[in-house]
């Protein structure tokens, strides 16, 4: 029996930089078409240059692009990075004409179109980067503040998928729920539907994995996550008791000119500094792994809920919520501890070559550290946002 379905297209626009980027978001497309396409009867349509315009001839590329491919699209996705782009007739870069023309578009009538843009913060050395182009970057992004929309920052093309699948499953619910009431959509199925291969072939994960596993796995790493946040919590104390005990004998020692007592000190300082540093080091790609894999495991799980396990019993959503919020609410307070012992770090004297090189290793650690911390904080509380709205429902 033929089903009708509902094609929402979406256009992303970007340079060149970001090419990782639009692989990942065409991954996603396909994820969430083969989970929601089924039992709400929508699909998601990419629309790319590469896959929807061909060669042509015009005032230059960019225009051959804009007749083409129009602006027949229902969602703009616009990615930048570090590079802007080259120059239009018409704009400074063939994505921010495309926004233009999609910002106007919405401007005429704001239900036509959605709008998301994302920015990679990239950690890069500064050598690298076309200061000129980074620049236009900046530029465009603080003008998207003024226009009044709310843009997303992300520093990995893996947070990237996270923070777009979430987004993009909550357009799909949107459009959903405004057409329901106009029958746009297939009626559910009365019984729950067990999870296919299909729904469920998560990249990276058991192509049989079903929503409950999903659940234990993301309660099961974000536990991870916290644990390992509580043990450089317990470093980083252990740390600051040792600096704040030896820190004012080695201001006696300098003053009384006992220049040995001094360099012992400093050593002792600098080996606690650089066990901590290496510490660190052996830690951040613990959490890193835990807490992505877990935020994607309850992400993953809850666009499943929607579509297969709808019931009045939400007790597993209620502990997937509150894993993801202990997760929450232990990385503010420790980025702030973090931060304040990198500037007590960071004040310390010059007094040795070992010494300097341990401050500096220490420094690196705290803010690699804290740029994860931050990246988990962003999609922790995405995650608990459709977390919330599920246990609203």
Same mark, same amino acid.
């Given at each position: 029996?033929?089903?009708?379905?509902?094609?929402?297209?979406?256009?992303?626009?970007?340079?060149?930089?970001?090419?990782?980027?639009?692989?990942?978001?065409?991954?996603?497309?396909? =994820?969430?078409?083969?989970?929601?396409?089924?039992?709400?009867?929508?699909?998601?349509?990419?629309? /790319?240059?590469?896959?929807?315009?061909?060669?042509?001839?015009?005032?230059?590329?960019?225009?051959?692009?804009?007749?083409?491919?129009?602006?027949? &699209?229902?969602? @703009?996705?616009?990615?930048? +990075?570090?590079?802007?782009?080259?120059?239009?007739?018409?704009?400074?870069?063939?994505?921010?004409?495309?926004?233009?023309?999609?910002?106007?578009?919405?401007?005429? !009538?704001?239900?036509?179109?959605?709008?998301?843009?994302? $920015?990679?913060? +990239?950690?890069?050395? @500064?050598?690298?980067?076309?200061? !000129?182009? &980074?620049?236009?970057?900046?530029? @465009?992004? /603080?003008?998207?503040? =003024? %226009?009044?929309?709310?843009?997303?920052?992300?520093?990995?093309?893996?947070? #990237?998928?996270? $923070?777009?699948?979430?987004?993009?499953?909550?357009?799909?619910?949107?459009?959903?729920? %405004?057409?329901?009431?106009?029958?746009?959509?297939?009626?559910?199925?009365?019984?729950? *539907?067990?999870?296919? *291969?299909?729904?469920?072939?998560?990249?990276?994960?058991? +192509?049989?994995?079903? &929503?409950?596993?999903?659940?234990?796995?993301?309660?099961?790493?974000?536990?991870?996550?916290?644990?390992?946040?509580?043990?450089?919590?317990? =470093?980083?104390?252990?740390?600051?008791?040792?600096?704040?005990?030896?820190?004012? %004998?080695?201001?006696?020692?300098?003053?009384?000119?006992?220049?040995?007592?001094?360099? !012992?000190?400093?050593? $002792?300082?600098?080996?606690?500094? =650089?066990? &901590?540093?290496?510490?660190?080091?052996?830690?951040?790609?613990? #959490?890193?792994?835990?807490? +992505?894999?877990?935020?994607?495991?309850?992400?993953?799980?809850?666009?499943?809920?929607?579509?297969? #396990?709808?019931?009045?019993? %939400?007790?597993?959503?209620?502990?997937?919520?509150?894993?993801? /919020?202990?997760?929450?609410?232990?990385?503010?307070?420790?980025?702030? *501890?973090?931060?304040?012992?990198?500037?007590?770090?960071?004040?310390?004297?010059?007094?040795?070559?070992?010494?300097?090189?341990?401050?500096?290793?220490?420094?690196?650690?705290?803010?690699? @550290?804290?740029?994860?911390?931050?990246?988990?904080?962003?999609?922790?509380?995405?995650?608990?946002?459709?977390?919330?709205?599920?246990?609203?429902?």
């Amino acid at each position: 029996m033929a089903k009708l379905v509902t094609v929402l297209r979406v256009f992303v626009a970007s340079p060149s930089d970001v090419s990782d980027e639009r692989a990942a978001l065409e991954n996603v497309v396909r =994820e969430l078409n083969s989970t929601w396409g089924e039992s709400f009867g929508v699909k998601l349509e990419l629309v /790319k240059w590469e896959t929807h315009a061909y060669p042509g001839v015009a005032s230059d590329a960019q225009e051959v692009i804009n007749t083409q491919i129009g602006d027949d &699209y229902d969602i @703009f996705v616009g990615i930048l +990075s570090t590079r802007f782009g080259s120059p239009t007739t018409r704009a400074l870069s063939g994505t921010a004409e495309e926004f233009n023309r999609a910002y106007y578009r919405f401007q005429q !009538n704001p239900t036509s179109l959605r709008v998301m843009f994302y $920015f990679k913060d +990239s950690v890069g050395r @500064f050598s690298d980067l076309d200061l !000129n182009q &980074y620049g236009l970057v900046k530029e @465009f992004q /603080k003008s998207l503040g =003024e %226009k009044g929309l709310l843009y997303w920052t992300f520093t990995s093309t893996e947070e #990237f998928v996270n $923070f777009v699948r979430l987004h993009l499953t909550r357009q799909l619910q949107d459009w959903a729920a %405004k057409q329901w009431g106009q029958e746009l959509r297939p009626t559910p199925p009365e019984q729950p *539907q067990q999870p296919t *291969q299909e729904s469920t072939a998560l990249e990276g994960l058991d +192509s049989d994995i079903g &929503y409950l596993d999903l659940v234990e796995l993301g309660i099961e790493n974000l536990g991870d996550s916290t644990a390992s946040i509580e043990r450089m919590l317990e =470093e980083l104390n252990s740390l600051t008791d040792k600096t704040e005990e030896n820190t004012p %004998k080695l201001t006696e020692a300098g003053q009384s000119g006992d220049l040995k007592k001094a360099k !012992n000190i400093t050593n $002792f300082i600098a080996d606690r500094l =650089e066990q &901590y540093a290496k510490r660190m080091d052996t830690e951040l790609p613990i #959490f890193s792994t835990s807490y +992505s894999t877990g935020i994607e495991a309850i992400v993953r799980a809850a666009i499943l809920w929607r579509t297969d #396990f709808q019931s009045d019993d %939400k007790s597993s959503i209620e502990t997937a919520h509150s894993q993801v /919020k202990d997760l929450v609410n232990v990385i503010a307070p420790t980025r702030e *501890q973090m931060n304040a012992m990198r500037m007590t770090v960071a004040g310390l004297p010059r007094i040795t070559s070992a010494f300097n090189t341990a401050k500096k290793h220490t420094i690196e650690a705290l803010m690699a @550290f804290d740029r994860e911390l931050e990246a988990a904080h962003n999609l922790a509380i995405e995650a608990e946002r459709e977390l919330r709205r599920i246990l609203d429902e």
